[in-house]
């Protein structure tokens, strides 16, 4: 039954329905209701719901041993996970810290960056420069880091201090700019010389932004010509790919696409898709040398680092992932999703754009296109969206505060990667209906 959402975290405070089985692209609810999970719920459920080969994976773990502690034994599925990891990625991340969410993540990478100052003797090296319309994260350092107004406002005056530069978004981009990656790589220069590159550890940012953007890919060259800069300053690149990585982007990587590979990159939800916890923060060689040359190995981690059965999910989402080809399927039915998404929404006036890597993509919905000014927050369009696509059957993502932390609306869709053509289009159909209805109103 749908309830008052008791003991709910929800700020929107809004009536849930009851989740009770899920199969596939579907989750149904304690009313026999079906919805279909456009967004993966929060860009998660990466090969859908109720896989029996990834559940029987994990009880076949747990008929064996739960978890077997860090500091006394390593395990077969953290092993296998971590060759699978630095496979996958290729390059030089091959050494990793396993955590069970995309904020434990972030932190392990801000403290590995810091680890590696501190081994190589820069302790005054302690800054992190971010980007506005970030999220990094609830826990307090990936917070400090987060450009979100909305998210960071009750909690000012007890975050780390540290820099934000200008967002990377070619829809609103800086006027008259014509090469936007040189001009956003200068503004990162600017202000590293501005606090001195001595104190500066790390330039962390999302390769598409998230839920602070909806699904803001970077401009062409921007990571590259961000990586150059941070080189010629000393200043560690970490790529926060929790959201965009593990191959929603078309890429395992997101930042493969550009070319680049990032000192430290922090992944999580797509890892094991949701079945259990499980997120990592992924080092590069160079990081690890010093780090262990120093400290012995990263002083980051908790009591469920390296969960097995956690890291046995992960095994058994990323053999479907490879045997499936579910990366090199979400790239080539990209522009399929993309073109089912603008179609759905040609008669709406207030769709700003559509953008996005993969089945990682997005509306922006805006009061007037010419001039881009988004809606006002009063009408709370994105909860209004949200609780109209439940309504109508579909799981999507709308968010708030995109333009300036405040105001701004986006419905991002992040399907599946195993779900159907006729998915695809139920989902960018019942996403544009739910949009459609709410601006009617
Ligand atoms: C880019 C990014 N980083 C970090 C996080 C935090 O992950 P979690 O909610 O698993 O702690 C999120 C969550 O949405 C995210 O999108």
């Excluded at 603008?342 to 700003?352: L, M, R, T, Y």
């Amino acid at each position: 039954m749908a309830g008052k959402n008791v003991g709910s975290n929800d700020v929107a405070g809004a009536v849930l329905p009851k989740a009770v089985w899920g199969k596939g692209s579907y989750v149904h609810d304690a009313q026999g209701k079906a919805y279909i999970d456009g967004s993966g719920g929060p860009a998660v459920y990466c090969i859908g719901h109720g896989n029996e080969e990834v559940n029987a994976a994990i009880a076949a773990q747990m008929s064996k041993i739960a978890h077997g502690y860090r500091y006394n034994f390593t395990t077969d599925p953290l092993e296998e996970l971590t060759e699978i990891v630095a496979a996958r990625c290729g390059g030089t991340l091959t050494r990793m810290v396993f955590v069970t969410g995309g904020s434990e993540a972030v932190e392990s990478c801000l403290k590995l960056a810091l680890q590696y100052h501190a081994g190589r003797g820069e302790m005054s090296r302690r800054r992190f420069i971010s980007r506005e319309r970030s999220w990094h994260g609830n826990t307090l350092g990936a917070l400090s880091v987060s450009g979100f107004l909305e998210r960071r406002a009750a909690f000012e005056g007890a975050l780390v201090e540290g820099s934000r530069i200008s967002p990377a978004n070619a829809y609103r981009a800086p006027e008259g700019v014509s090469d936007l990656a040189a001009w956003y790589a200068r503004e990162l220069e600017d202000e590293i010389l501005r606090v001195g590159a001595a104190h500066v550890a790390a330039f962390i940012f999302e390769p598409v932004v998230g839920a602070a953007g909806a699904c803001v890919p970077a401009p062409a060259g921007y990571a590259k010509a961000m990586r150059e800069v941070c080189d010629r300053h000393g200043v560690l690149m970490i790529a926060d790919e929790v959201m965009c990585g593990s191959g929603r982007s078309g890429y395992w990587r997101a930042l493969e696409e550009d070319g680049v590979e990032p000192d430290i990159m922090s992944i999580a939800k797509g890892l094991a898709a949701g079945y259990l916890p499980l997120g990592a923060a992924v080092y590069s060689r160079r990081v690890a040398e010093v780090i262990d040359g120093t400290h012995g190995g990263p002083m980051t981690g908790h009591t469920f680092t390296g969960h097995t059965a956690c890291c046995a999910a992960g095994v058994a989402v990323q053999k479907i992932v490879a045997r499936e080809k579910l990366v090199e399927r979400v790239r080539e039915k990209a522009g399929l999703l993309r073109r089912l998404m603008a179609e759905a929404v040609a008669d709406i006036e207030s769709i700003g754009d559509i953008r996005g890597r993969g089945f990682f993509q997005a509306f922006e919905i805006v009061e007037n296109r010419e001039t881009k000014k988004p809606f006002a927050a009063s009408r709370k369009l994105s909860l209004r969206i949200r609780q109209r696509a439940l309504e109508l059957g579909l799981i999507c993502y709308p968010v708030g505060g995109i333009v300036d932390g405040v105001n701004g609306d986006g419905v991002i869709l992040a399907p599946p990667f195993n779900a159907s053509d006729a998915e695809l289009g139920e989902i960018a159909g019942k996403a544009g209906e739910a949009i459609r209805s709410v601006l009617a109103e």
